[in-house]
């Protein structure tokens, strides 16, 4: 962990970049949700300064105001998925860690060293009653964990007196939220585990991190020999001992380890400079007018080099993270000192590179944030818009199920619970979820279903029903009336993820007699599809590097 934002900030550093950046800090340690009030006691900063920050990651897209809370939002994984893209590791190696996570039915972590910390990477988790709940962007005391006696190998004298610091400092680790209080044991056996680590070649964790838990971690290293990453198997010790850990484990964590070797000497083409540097750096000034003091430029401007950054430019000089950018090359420059001295830059021969600690900005927050839970926001402003009840469906069997709902307020409006099932072939939800399967899984499934009708007006046979899914899947909604519930119409839309692969679809329902259905699509289906829409650009920046769960 480092500590370069509490020393004097160099000359050159832009003030109010460090200012925003403690905002946006504060903010993700609270877990993403924090009143504005308390902003100002955690940041120790004016509450105007806070609230221009807050104004201008709003801006952003990066927050959103919910009353008095602030709360982060999926789009600020961008500056968590340049770094990702830019160190290569989940691209290049996420693969073999999921294919050993299958292999070993184990959760599976990749790891790069942070300060005296190890920072995640890559996760696959096993989803058991008792499972691992660590997410990309977490932060362990090395110490405390396999890979950091790994990284340790390579430590030098200053590294270790750093950590001693540390450890003086905060003997309880509490700059570590995500693991419980510590002891001195951990600490005490560190240099003895290091020295092992080194002459073995593999660490193991038991029951370092937390009571019940062990793990085994092997190094992945470059060319040169050095050290990029680890990769590690955690376990409970109700499925094994560290013992049988190491027996079932170390042979097939070797083969995966030298499979990871390999894909790291795949070379990586140069990425195109990025063409909307222009519009990024125009945007910025026109927000700048519109909002006047209320949006801090150089906040924009500082997270913006910190999003410049990605697969094929790993590595820039300041005239290419200018390029990117859009900025001037003396504006680049001040930002980069001061992501330098917060931590989140390093430099090499003239070259700029994000750090680890780039992730400690929202990103083990946001990353386990579900399909529903990125839904509900937008679903929300649907039905603000709409004044009509709005959810969200995902395909289940034959049956669709609802994952999110927003109601409305009306004297006669439509009531479903969350959880609620219904056959897909009659409702526009599942129509349009049916209509986005490949054509030889729709034909199965509606000759599965056997369709029954459930009010007068439901479609049952199977011919007609295969028409009106092709005809959905042209057109890109799906209007049901009074198929599934006399007086009921609905209109959905689909929801596709960054693959382009439909995930689920959303809806607007309302009663059928209040005007005609020709009607209902002129007003409703541009609002849906702006809806689905919001959700599907939230979804292309969360689901990069991390795997969503419709619940």
């Keep these: 962990m480092t500590t370069t934002d509490t020393l004097t900030p160099p000359q050159e550093a832009v003030r109010p970049l460090i200012r925003g950046v403690t905002v946006l800090r504060a903010l993700a340690a609270a877990g993403g949700r924090r009143s504005v009030g308390d902003l100002v006691r955690d940041a120790a900063l004016a509450r105007s300064t806070v609230d221009r920050s807050l104004s201008t990651l709003q801006r952003m897209g990066y927050l959103r105001l919910e009353g008095r809370d602030a709360v982060l939002t999926p789009r600020l994984m961008e500056v968590g998925n340049a770094y990702l893209a830019a160190c290569r590791l989940p691209g290049l190696l996420g693969s073999s860690a999921d294919r050993l996570a299958d292999r070993l039915d184990e959760s599976v972590s990749l790891a790069?060293?942070?300060?005296?910390?190890?920072?995640?990477?890559?996760?696959?988790?096993?989803?058991?009653?008792?499972?691992?709940?660590?997410?990309?962007?977490?932060?362990?005391?090395?110490?405390?964990?396999?890979?950091?006696?790994?990284?340790?190998?390579?430590?030098?004298?200053?590294?270790?007196?750093?950590?001693?610091?540390?450890r003086a400092s905060d003997p309880e680790d509490t700059r570590f939220p995500v693991v419980p209080p510590g002891d001195e044991s951990a600490a005490a056996s560190f240099a003895?585990?290091?020295?092992?680590?080194?002459?073995?070649?593999?660490?193991?964790?038991?029951?370092?991190?937390?009571?019940?838990?062990?793990?085994?971690?092997?190094?992945?290293?470059?060319?040169?020999?050095?050290?990029?990453?680890?990769?590690?198997?955690?376990?409970?010790?109700?499925?094994?001992?560290?013992?049988?850990?190491?027996?079932?484990?170390?042979?097939?964590?070797?083969?995966?380890?030298?499979?990871?070797?390999?894909?790291?000497?795949?070379?990586?083409?140069?990425?195109?400079?990025?063409?909307?540097?222009?519009?990024?750096?125009?945007?910025?000034?026109?927000?700048?007018?519109?909002?006047?003091?209320?949006?801090?430029?150089?906040?924009?401007?500082?997270?913006?080099?910190?999003?410049?950054?990605?697969?094929?430019?790993?590595?820039?000089?300041?005239?290419?993270?200018?390029?990117a950018t859009g900025l001037a090359r003396a504006?680049?420059?001040?930002?980069?000192?001061?992501?330098?001295?917060?931590?989140?830059?390093?430099?090499?021969?003239?070259?700029?590179?994000?750090t680890p600690r780039v992730l400690e900005l929202g990103f083990p927050q946001l990353s386990r944030l579900t399909l529903p839970e990125i839904a509900e926001p937008h679903l929300a402003e649907l039905v603000a818009r709409v004044h009509d009840s709005a959810s969200m469906a995902v395909l289940d069997g034959d049956d669709i199920l609802y994952v999110a709902r927003v109601p409305t307020v009306r004297i006669m409006s439509v009531n479903v619970?969350?959880?609620?099932?219904?056959?897909?072939?009659?409702?526009?939800?599942?129509?349009?979820?049916?209509?986005?399967?490949?054509?030889?899984?729709?034909?199965?499934?509606?000759?599965r279903?056997?369709?029954?009708?459930?009010?007068?007006?439901?479609?049952?046979?199977?011919?007609?029903?295969?028409?009106?899914?092709?005809?959905?899947?042209?057109?890109?909604?799906?209007?049901?009336?009074?198929?599934?519930?006399?007086?009921?119409?609905?209109?959905?839309?689909?929801?596709h993820d960054r693959t382009g692969r439909v995930v689920a679809a959303v809806n607007v329902a309302l009663h059928a007699g209040r005007y005609p259905a020709e009607q209902s699509l002129r007003e409703l289906l541009p609002h849906l599809r702006e809806a689905a829409a919001a959700v599907e650009a939230d979804l292309r920046v969360a689901g990069r590097f991390a795997r969503i769960r419709n619940a």
């Design 112 to 166: 790069v060293p942070d300060g005296d910390g190890v920072r995640f990477v890559h996760q696959v988790h096993r989803r058991r009653a008792m499972s691992i709940a660590f997410r990309i962007g977490d932060l362990l005391p090395a110490e405390r964990c396999a890979p950091g006696a790994l990284f340790a190998a390579d430590w030098e004298a200053g590294d270790w007196d750093r950590w001693e610091r540390r």
């Design 192 to 323: 003895d585990r290091t020295a092992a680590a080194r002459e073995r070649g593999w660490s193991l964790d038991d029951q370092l991190i937390e009571p019940g838990l062990v793990a085994i971690a092997a190094p992945v290293r470059d060319a040169d020999g050095r050290t990029v990453c680890s990769v590690s198997v955690v376990s409970h010790t109700s499925r094994h001992s560290p013992q049988s850990l190491r027996e079932a484990v170390l042979p097939p964590l070797r083969e995966t380890v030298d499979a990871m070797k390999d894909a790291l000497q795949r070379p990586v083409a140069p990425a195109a400079p990025a063409d909307d540097a222009a519009d990024a750096a125009a945007w910025t000034r026109a927000s700048k007018q519109e909002l006047g003091p209320e949006f801090v430029e150089s906040l924009a401007r500082g997270l913006a080099v910190l999003s410049a950054f990605t697969e094929g430019r790993e590595a820039l000089p300041l005239t290419a993270v200018a390029e």
């Design 449 to 495: 279903a056997s369709p029954k009708p459930i009010t007068r007006h439901t479609i049952t046979d199977p011919r007609e029903l295969a028409d009106v899914l092709d005809r959905v899947d042209r057109e890109g909604h799906a209007l049901v009336d009074e198929e599934l519930e006399e007086g009921l119409r609905s209109i959905a839309v689909p929801v």
């Design 331 to 354: 504006t680049a420059r001040r930002a980069l000192i001061t992501l330098q001295h917060l931590g989140y830059m390093t430099s090499h021969d003239g070259l700029f590179s994000p």
């Design 417 to 447: 619970a969350l959880g609620s099932r219904f056959p897909a072939y009659a409702t526009s939800l599942g129509r349009v979820l049916l209509a986005g399967l490949p054509p030889a899984e729709r034909t199965a499934r509606l000759e």
